[in-house]
């Protein structure tokens, strides 16, 4: 059976030390779900090429920020395009885990501030699988994620 991508979810961090974290763009295919790390010199290249276009094109100031900014946040969008090998080699970082070895995947939403109207909101994904389990973050929350996983995982997907 061809291996089909299902869905994407460009940015999932996972805190590390000191308010560090890694952060992966995960790649929902039909057979397993790819975790390929986003590099900060994936992310600088990214915004220095669209910085270059931008200088090429005649834009302003401002205009070729938006365009940095942009390149940033939807860099991951690219993996829509790839085939799944191929991103999971991309990157020593990257890893993979079989979907039938996904047995919960929790999903909480939070709010970082101290009441709800002046922090941000977090989406908390944890995941279980059956090797280890994983705490990852989304910065905001999206139905379209949780439906994307709930399509996939059915009932393993708890909110």
Not at 57 to 66: L, M, T, V, Y
Not at 115 to 134: P, R
Request: overall charge positive; aromatic content about 8%; hydrophobic content about 35%.
């Amino acid at each position: 059976m061809e291996e089909k991508i299902a869905g994407l979810i460009p940015l999932l961090k996972k805190p590390k030390s000191f308010g560090r974290w890694d952060a992966y763009a995960v790649i929902v295919t039909s057979q397993r779900t790819i975790f390929a790390q986003l590099t900060s010199n994936m992310l600088k290249d990214a915004a220095v090429e669209a910085q270059r276009k931008g200088k090429e094109e005649g834009k302003g100031f401002f205009s070729r920020w938006a365009d940095q900014l942009k390149a940033t946040t939807s860099y991951s969008e690219r993996y829509r395009n790839i085939p799944p090998e191929e991103a999971l080699n991309e990157n020593p970082g990257n890893f993979a885990i079989p979907n039938h070895d996904i047995k919960l995947i929790k999903i909480k939403k939070r709010h970082s501030g101290r009441d709800q109207e002046t922090g941000q909101t977090i989406t908390e994904v944890k995941i279980e699988s059956a090797l280890k389990k994983e705490t990852y973050s989304i910065d905001g929350y999206s139905g379209n994620t949780v439906n994307m996983l709930k399509g996939i995982f059915g009932d393993r997907v708890k909110t």
